[in-house]
């Protein structure tokens, strides 16, 4: 057996030079939780996971006051028994949310601990299908002085910088406007680019298939959160009837039961269940085995350092999504050996677990506990 005998975490909180937000929030900040989880045969983990940015320090102290006691002494191959310990802590009636984030934590370490005890990467422990996927940028924010033009220049930007494509953001304008933003956004992108729109929840039904119908002509890859929280798999099973664009959502469950809902409603073509917000690896793969058995693709909501692994490891999965380096400066910098895309593929990372090596005077410049 290989044991868990040590979890520390570290912190990471980053201002950026500008706003960039979606239709229903902001982000000046970026954040992440980087965990070193060490064994008994002298193995540590070095990942790090999720963007909370109102309670990355909640987060912290249920890793290191509830989960860390849980854990250490395990065998790091008992990862399901593991987490259903973890699990346990999330019963209480408290911000169910954060729990998820903070198992996520400890599970992702310990699935680059198998990694690295078996000599293999995390893609071939889930599956291995592939060793590289297309990845997109999201990008197209709303920005105070931007023009449809620059809107059209971006695109270009970015397929010129080896990405396979960009997740524009909606849902903040009328679906008149924003279905205008599109237009600008295929046009400066060209035929062989994906655009994909991401409205974060922002319409009611009736917009949504509006805007729906109004992009259907730009060849749009799919269509992601269309519809407000509530009654969501509902609405979004009803725009999905109602349009040819595929749905994708998943990003908002902290449960592989989320994920189940949304596929037993018919609501979704995609799900971007996040690993880093609902429990980590051992409870996606859950998810992406719904999946795989229902007919719908895999995603993954942002973490590409984590989420390229996991969906090159399964048959339906679709790609991997990161941000330009002023919105993730983690992205850009933290990791010291990341592979760059070349014509829209990036390459898995062939070192043993998640086979990240991260910038620690970066990390130190940057920490905040």
């Not at 028994?81 to 992702?108: G, H, P, T, Y």
Request: include cysteine.
């Amino acid at each position: 057996m290989t044991k868990i005998t040590d979890v520390t975490v570290v912190a990471v909180e980053i201002p950026l030079a500008r706003n960039f937000g979606g239709s229903r929030y902001n982000v000046t900040k970026r954040c992440t939780i980087i965990t070193r989880m060490a064994t008994d045969d002298g193995l540590v983990s070095e990942v790090y996971n999720g963007d909370n940015r109102d309670h990355m320090r909640a987060v912290v102290d249920i890793i290191e006051k509830e989960l860390t006691p849980l854990v250490v002494g395990e065998d790091i191959f008992a990862v399901e028994r593991v987490w259903q310990k973890m699990f346990a802590v999330a019963e209480w009636n408290r911000d169910r949310k954060l729990v998820m984030e903070a198992i996520a934590c400890i599970d992702s370490a310990i699935w680059d601990l198998m990694g690295k005890a078996t000599g293999v990467n995390v893609c071939r422990l889930l599956g291995g299908y592939r060793q590289e996927i297309p990845i997109i940028c999201i990008g197209g924010y709303y920005e105070e002085g931007k023009t449809l033009a620059d809107l059209g220049r971006e695109m270009e930007r970015l397929r010129l910088a080896g990405l396979a494509g960009c997740k524009v953001k909606v849902g903040g304008l009328s679906p008149e406007r924003d279905a205008e933003r599109v237009a600008a956004a295929r046009k400066g992108a060209g035929d062989d680019f994906w655009i994909a729109v991401d409205a974060n929840r922002g319409w009611s039904v009736d917009d949504a298939v509006r805007f729906a119908r109004l992009i259907e002509t730009y060849d749009i890859a799919w269509f992601e959160e269309p519809c407000h929280w509530y009654d969501d798999a509902r609405s979004m099973a009803e725009v999905r009837r109602r349009t040819s664009i595929p749905i994708d959502a998943g990003q908002s469950e902290v449960t592989s039961a989320g994920v189940r809902r949304l596929v037993a409603a018919e609501a979704v073509d995609i799900v971007n269940f996040d690993a880093s917000e609902a429990g980590g690896i051992t409870d996606w793969r859950r998810a992406a085995a719904l999946c795989a058995l229902h007919g719908v693709r895999v995603g993954h909501h942002e973490e590409a350092q984590i989420a390229m692994q996991m969906i090159a490891a399964i048959p339906n999965g679709v790609c991997a999504e990161c941000f330009e380096p002023a919105r993730d400066p983690i992205w850009a910098g933290l990791i010291a050996n990341r592979p760059s895309p070349v014509d829209g593929i990036i390459p898995i990372p062939q070192g043993p677990g998640f086979g990240l090596s991260l910038d620690w005077d970066m990390v130190e410049r940057y920490r905040v506990n």
